[in-house]
């Protein structure tokens, strides 16, 4: 079974400090993976997915396959970035998403 | 407007009522999911579906059942509500070949 862990329940950064979120999984085959963001008041949403290798709202995220990481990143937070983000790779068999329990990003001012 | 809508927003009942969390989406995508969230903790799927007169059981082992008559609706059922089942359940739907995922807003449910 896939599991997926993200060891950091609350991250807590100066505005314009980078940030890196930290995610790690345990899968079978070739995984694909997303990072999906819950805004306060908002509904969870994508952020972005590993095989675009795109840049949303200047975050990251690079698939390492030998330490079996998709580490989220930005170089410089800002106050609007504070949000829950999710980690989630796809079971590629049952096209279904498993989560990890979250990591909450403070930007301070 | 195209959206996913869950209903009631928050739903405070007594153990041993029955209860149907409605989920309905206008996006015409033929995939749809419950997941389950504690507080704190991951979001775990408990169903999913294809489309019409699919079902799926997910990881997470739930007393509840779902149906799928129609494409747009995909509601949940608890036949004799519990304490252990207070918690959030979220209704998701993807567009067929799509791994992209929308998400309702959301019930809250406290069983007591």
């Known amino acids: 079974a896939q599991r997926v862990t993200q060891p950091e329940k609350l991250l807590s950064v100066f505005k314009g400090a980078p940030v890196e979120l930290k995610c790690n999984y345990s899968?079978?085959?070739?995984?694909?993976l997303f990072w999906y963001v819950q805004y306060s008041r908002q509904r969870l949403q994508l952020l972005l997915r590993?095989?675009s290798r795109e840049s949303i709202k200047g975050f990251t995220a690079d698939l390492n396959k030998g330490e079996t990481s998709f580490h989220l990143k930005k170089p410089f937070a800002q106050e609007e970035d504070s949000a829950m983000y999710y980690c989630a790779p796809m079971d590629t068999g049952r096209r279904a998403l498993t989560f990890g329990s979250g990591t909450r990003l403070q930007v301070q001012p | 407007e195209a959206d996913i809508y869950q209903t009631p927003r928050y739903l405070v009942i007594g153990t041993g009522k029955k209860i149907t969390l409605e989920c309905s989406q206008t996006?015409?995508?033929?995939?749809m999911y419950w997941y389950q969230q504690d507080p704190g903790m991951e979001l775990h799927l408990i169903h999913y579906s294809y489309g019409v007169n699919s079902t799926e059981k997910g990881d997470l082992s739930s007393e509840s059942t779902v149906s799928r008559i129609r494409t747009e609706h995909f509601p949940l059922t608890l036949e004799s509500a519990r304490p252990s089942h207070t918690s959030q359940y979220l209704c998701?739907?993807?567009?067929?070949?799509?791994?992209?995922?929308?998400f309702g807003p959301g019930t809250r449910l406290t069983v007591t």
């Open positions: 899968y079978s085959g070739s995984p694909e």
């Open positions: 590993h095989i």
């Open positions: 998701a739907s993807s567009e067929f070949g799509s791994d992209e995922q929308y």
């Open positions: 996006m015409g995508h033929d995939k």
